[in-house]
C-alpha cells in the first residue's frame, strides 16, 4: 500500500527505537521513546496526522501497547518477521546490528515492498485470552520435558534397571506421584509389591499390578548401591512432586483452552472439519488469527510452510520440496489435523492415491494438509461449516 511516511519500530523491553521515512525513502525522522502509552500515543497521533503506516518486529508481546493505539487511531500497522527482517538487513551497507539500522529497514521494507509485510488487526478478547492459554501451556510443556529429563537422568545414573521400568509412563501424574513415594530401588524394595501395587491401583494407573511388579523386579536386579544414592532419592522425590504439580495443571488448563476456544465464533466452523478437535482446533485458530490476513488458501499455505518449494538449476537439479520455514506450530497442528482425518473417506482416497504415486507417509499427510488449507480458508472466510462432498471427485 502507498502511504505518505513510514515508520519503523525497533521494539524493547524499556523503550523503543523509531525511524520515519517518506515516500522516496529520506529519513525525516527518529527517536527514542519510552514503552508507555504517553509517548507511544504522540508517535501515534504524529503518523496519523501524516497519513502514515507503522511497520514492527513484534506482532505482539512488548509490542501490545503500540498495536492497540494504532488500532484505537485507525492507523495501519504491520509486522515483518525476524526472519525477513534478518534477510532484508543484508541489503543494507554494514554488518552491525542497531537499533536504529533495524528500525530503518523495517520502515524501508515496507516503502519499497509493501507485500513482504504483514499488516496485522485487531485481536478479539476471546481470541487473545486463548493466545494467553495456549502460550502457558507450551510453558508448562516445556517445564513437564524439563522435569522428566532431570528425572530420569537421575534414576539411570543410580539405578539403571529401574529407569528402563519406568519406561514411558513418566507422562503420568499417577506414575509420577507413585514414584514420588518410592523414589530408589532399596524404598521399592522395602515396600514390596502388594505396597507399590496398591499405591499405583488408588491413583488409577492402567496395569497397576504388573507394573509394581516389573518395578520391583528392577530393584531386586541390583545389588551394589552407588555413593550419592540417598541425595538421589530425595532429589527424585522433589522431581517427582514438582511434575506431579504441572501435569495437574496442565489437565485443568486443558479444560480452560476448551472452554476459551467455544467462545470463538469460529470454533464450530473449524471442529466441523474431520480431524480437528478442541486443542487442535485452538492452536490453528490462535497462529491464523484474523484470516483476512491471507487473501489466498496459498497465502495461508505458505505461512504454514506447507507450500512446495521448488530447486531447479539447469538440467542437473529439478525437483520440488517441502520447506523448513514458516510456522512450525500451525504446520504441526494442521499436520496432525490431517493425520487424525485419515478415517474420513475422502481425506483417506486422497492419502491413498499419493501413496500409490510413491510418497511416503509423512509425505502424503503433508499433501493433504495442504490440499485440506484449501478448504480451511473458504470455510472461514465465508464463515461456513464442512460438508462432506456428496460424490468424490478425482483430485490431481
Not at 515508520?7 to 521515512?21: N, Q
Not at 499405591?199 to 494407573?205: F, G, N, Y
Not at 528392577?218 to 532429589?235: E, H, I
Not at 499427510?365 to 471427485?393: E, N, T
Request: hydrophobic share 45%; aromatic share 6%; net charge positive.
Amino acid at each position: 500500500m502507498q502511504a505518505a511516511v513510514y515508520v519503523g519500530v525497533d521494539i524493547g523491553k524499556t523503550s523503543h527505537y523509531a525511524v520515519a521515512v517518506d515516500a522516496t525513502g529520506q529519513t525525516i525522522r527518529e527517536l527514542t521513546l519510552a514503552n508507555d502509552e504517553a509517548a507511544l500515543r504522540n508517535l501515534v497521533d504524529w503518523v496519523k496526522q501524516r497519513a502514515g503506516v507503522v511497520v514492527v518486529d513484534q506482532d505482539g508481546g512488548l509490542a501490545g501497547v503500540l498495536l492497540l493505539l494504532c488500532w484505537q487511531a485507525d492507523v495501519r500497522i504491520g509486522y515483518l518477521h525476524g526472519l525477513a527482517m534478518a534477510r532484508a538487513r543484508e541489503f543494507y551497507a554494514g554488518e552491525s546490528k542497531t537499533d536504529p539500522k533495524d528500525a530503518f529497514v523495517l520502515a524501508d521494507v515496507a516503502r519499497v515492498h509493501p507485500r513482504r509485510v504483514a499488516w496485522l488487526e485487531p485481536t478479539s478478547e476471546a481470541l487473545a485470552q486463548l493466545e494467553l492459554l495456549c502460550g502457558y501451556d507450551a510453558d508448562l510443556r516445556a517445564d513437564a520435558n524439563r522435569l522428566t529429563n532431570r528425572l530420569r537422568a537421575l534414576v539411570a545414573s543410580h539405578w539403571p534397571a529401574l529407569e528402563r521400568a519406568f519406561g514411558e509412563r513418566l507422562d503420568s501424574r499417577g506414575v509420577v506421584a507413585v514414584i514420588g513415594q518410592y523414589p530408589s530401588g532399596p524404598a521399592i524394595k522395602t515396600a514390596g509389591v502388594e505396597q507399590v501395587g496398591a499405591a499405583l491401583k488408588a491413583q488409577r494407573v492402567h496395569r497397576a499390578e504388573a507394573l509394581a511388579q516389573q518395578w520391583y523386579q528392577a530393584a531386586m536386579a541390583q545389588t551394589v548401591s552407588l555413593r550419592g544414592s540417598a541425595m538421589a532419592a530425595r532429589l527424585i522425590t522433589e522431581l517427582a512432586t514438582q511434575l506431579a504439580a504441572v501435569l495437574r495443571r496442565r489437565e485443568q488448563l486443558n479444560k480452560e483452552i476448551e472452554q476459551a476456544f467455544f467462545d470463538l465464533p469460529e470454533a464450530r466452523i473449524l471442529c466441523s472439519l474431520p480431524g480437528i478437535g478442541p486443542r487442535l482446533g485452538a492452536r490453528i485458530a490462535v497462529e491464523i488469527g484474523c484470516i483476512r490476513r491471507f487473501r489466498t488458501p496459498a497465502q495461508l499455505a505458505a505461512y504454514a510452510g506447507l507450500g512446495p518449494t521448488p530447486w531447479q538449476s539447469g538440467t542437473s537439479i529439478n525437483r520440488t520440496t517441502a520447506t523448513r520455514f514458516g510456522n512450525h506450530r500451525l504446520k504441526n497442528a494442521l499436520f496432525l489435523a490431517a493425520f487424525s482425518s485419515l478415517r474420513h473417506g475422502p481425506s483417506r482416497t486422497y492419502y491413498d492415491r499419493k501413496r500409490a504415486q510413491g510418497r511416503r507417509h509423512a509425505q502424503a499427510v503433508l499433501c493433504l494438509a495442504r490440499r485440506r488449507v484449501d478448504v480451511l480458508h473458504a470455510m472461514l472466510s465465508q464463515g461456513v461449516q464442512y460438508c462432506a462432498p456428496a460424490a468424490l471427485v478425482s483430485i490431481p
